[in-house]
């Protein structure tokens, strides 16, 4: 028991040391190629174009290095408030999906019920209509002609029409619906992996089941909520549809902005620094986000 | 990673719990499967019992029930007296290691130990005190940061008994703790268990298939069959008096051959059978004259080509083949007519000197084979 705590080497534990095998990773590296190429041509070559047109000043014809277009981005309150609504819509989407895909997820994951084909079939339903369509059917649901009106004023409870639509939460009730399938999906393929031994050594040893799910279960599934979660707010982030559907104009969002930029004004060096700005500020929340995990899931 | 648990630390003072446990006619059905039909059994305080029997005998499930994990649907439950059929596993105070351990990866192995205590409310100068008297007495004193990822089969093990008993629970509850060891690794935590289980004098059930376990370990042997207890008893009584063909068969080889009772006097019964022979062994309750029994030994009762043969039934065969185990050849030998007997002999001279084909005389005392009622 010379070892250090917590540092065993792989020769203590009598594994070989590792070797470089040439032949697999030749193997490996043809199995990655098609993926490989279709990221660098569909994802890497754009961005890069994006990131250079944000920098040089009057593109396509450059001649210097400029950060105008981002001091422009970024000392615009116009500018901000989009950008502020934009992560702030992503968040809270993300946080309400969570919290409603948990239990629907354990519900699959555990129970033995009959109905889980139904469930499972009802939570991915969303999947097989399109996000033009869904949309529409919430304008149907909240338009001021829209079934709710509609009941509320036959009830006589309203006299004109409540402004329903056009608002962020709208935007954000869309998009919970549209993107709750891959939280309740990520989420409960991870729970369906937990060994029920865990909570039950838990509930031995004096937990009750709050304690067993608090200090247990739920740091064990933090994965299935990990994933899900980058999922559902790069979704949203990038969302376009449902914001200009349900927000009728008047939620704008960065995806909005960057089209708006870049099609209607046509100045493309300030749609590719919003542009920049979006993919950055999405990187930076999801490695922090990443970290907190990483630190919660070790306790 | 050889010798042995350290026996003599101490838990930290206080006597640690030695309960009765008593099982009084629990039965529990899997929806129209009955898996324990009746079961009583009182198991004194200190004492380590074992349930042995088949995959889908009820012993795990019986288990699962003294721990809280499964109610009884009949019948009733005591731990030091007091009912617990509708307390839950976490008011009920029991220690229990699982069958693959379930250590909780996401937290260290001081902190899987703490986390009883943490759930009892314990003060925190207490649980490090007490989690380090634990991992002591299981010998992994330096291993409380590592994850259980990063521990041995073995030391995964022990770390699941140090921390079932940190919170000195009334029973300890043991699901095939040695399952998942290779064959050496078993054997030598058979050992630092029950070394474990006498320091800390703790009521222990355990729950094996495998009856070897069951015999080194325990003080009494439970054997169940069907969802019902079919013998209690010491590991020797279980062995060398089995109640039924099932636990002779269950327990140690099957070494049985097939004959007619004639006659009964004395308290001997006379048994022929197809081969010729006539065995003369000690009438049992319920057989008569004209049933059709087994007759059962044990195969290290059965000797090869005896040199003394006082007192001995001596038999001609035919070896049929053999099976060397480097401690001891087991020869099977056609006694004829296609009965079979196994005789184990030591390998004290080494390998025996007969081949299969050849001829080899066996001698066996008829008063060490059991007599039961052939299975038709």
């Not at chain 2, 943490?118 to 207490?126: K, Q």
């Not at chain 2, 069907?226 to 020797?236: C, D, F, T, Y």
């Amino acid at each position: 028991m010379s070892t250090p705590a917590g540092a065993p080497t792989r020769a203590l534990d009598g594994l070989p040391p590792r070797r470089i095998d040439y032949g697999r990773l030749f193997s490996l590296l043809m199995l990655l190629a098609p993926a490989a190429l279709l990221l660098a041509v569909g994802l890497l070559w754009p961005f890069l174009t994006m990131l250079r047109m944000s920098f040089l000043d009057r593109y396509p014809d450059p001649s210097a290095l400029t950060l105008e277009y981002y001091t422009l981005v970024l000392g615009d309150p116009y500018f901000l408030r989009i950008i502020g609504r934009t992560f702030s819509l992503a968040l809270v989407v993300t946080v309400i999906t969570a919290v409603l895909a948990y239990p629907v997820a354990w519900f699959l994951a555990r129970s033995r019920s009959r109905y889980k084909h139904l469930v499972f079939l009802a939570v991915i339903s969303p999947l097989m209509v399109s996000i033009i369509v869904r949309s529409i059917g919430w304008t149907i649901v909240l338009g001021n002609e829209g079934l709710i009106n509609a009941l509320l004023h036959g009830l006589g409870l309203i006299d004109g029409p409540l402004q329903l639509m056009q608002s962020f939460w709208s935007v954000v009730l869309g998009m919970v619906h549209i993107l709750i399938p891959f939280m309740v999906l990520s989420i409960a393929s991870v729970l369906g992996k937990i060994d029920p031994s865990y909570a039950e050594a838990a509930y031995v040893m004096g937990a009750n089941p709050v304690r067993t799910f608090l200090k247990v279960t739920l740091p064990l599934s933090v994965q299935g909520i990990a994933s899900g979660s980058v999922i559902v707010f790069c979704l949203t982030i990038g969302a376009y549809v449902t914001p200009v559907m349900l927000g009728r104009g008047k939620v704008l969002v960065m995806a909005m902005g960057i089209f708006e930029q870049m099609v209607v004004t046509v100045d493309w060096p300030t749609g590719a620094a919003v542009a920049m700005v979006l993919t950055m500020g999405t990187m930076l929340v999801l490695i922090a986000y990443g970290l907190f995990l990483r630190r919660y899931s070790r306790r | 990673m050889n010798g042995s648990i350290n026996a003599s630390a101490s838990m930290g003072g206080a006597t640690i719990g030695a309960a009765r446990v008593d099982l009084d006619s629990v039965k529990k059905w899997y929806g129209p499967v009955l898996a324990v039909r009746g079961v009583s059994l009182s198991i004194e305080p200190g004492e380590m019992v074992c349930f042995l029997g088949p995959s889908g005998c009820g012993k795990t499930t019986t288990l699962r029930m003294i721990a809280g994990l499964e109610t009884p649907d009949e019948g009733e439950i005591r731990i030091g007296g007091e009912a617990v059929n509708r307390l839950p596993p976490w008011k009920r105070n029991v220690g229990m290691v699982f069958q693959n351990y379930a250590l909780f990866p996401h937290m260290t192995v001081a902190e899987n130990i703490a986390f009883g205590l943490n759930m009892r409310g314990t003060s925190g100068s207490e649980v490090r005190a007490k989690v380090e008297a634990a991992m002591a007495q299981v010998r992994l004193a330096d291993y409380g940061d590592r994850r259980p990822s990063q521990l041995s089969g073995g030391q995964r093990q022990r770390i699941a008994l140090a921390r079932a008993i940190v919170t000195r629970p009334n029973v300890l509850l043991l699901d095939e703790p040695l399952a998942a060891l290779d064959k050496k690794l078993r054997e030598q935590m058979q050992v630092e268990i029950k070394q474990l289980q006498r320091a800390v004098g703790i009521t222990t059930v355990f729950v094996t298939h495998d009856q070897e376990e069951a015999l080194t370990l325990a003080d009494r042997i439970v054997v169940m069959e069907e969802g019902r207890i079919v013998q209690i008893g010491a590991p020797s009584d279980v062995y060398e008096r089995p109640k039924s063909r099932f636990v002779s068969d269950f327990i140690g080889y099957t070494n049985a051959v097939s004959g007619k009772v004639e006659a009964i006097t004395a308290g001997r019964a006379r048994v022929s059978t197809a081969s010729g022979h006539a065995f003369e062994v000690p009438a049992g309750e319920g057989i008569s004259a004209g049933d059709r029994v087994d007759l059962v030994i044990r195969p290290e009762k059965v000797v090869v080509d005896p040199a003394n043969t006082d007192g001995l039934m001596v038999l001609d065969g035919t070896l049929v083949h053999t099976v060397y185990t480097g401690a001891v050849t087991y020869s099977h030998v056609d006694i004829g007519a296609g009965d079979v007997l196994i005789a184990m002999s030591p390998n004290a001279h080494g390998e025996a000197a007969t081949a299969p084909g050849g001829r080899l005389r066996i001698g066996l005392r008829p008063d060490t084979m059991l007599m039961f009622p052939s299975r038709g």
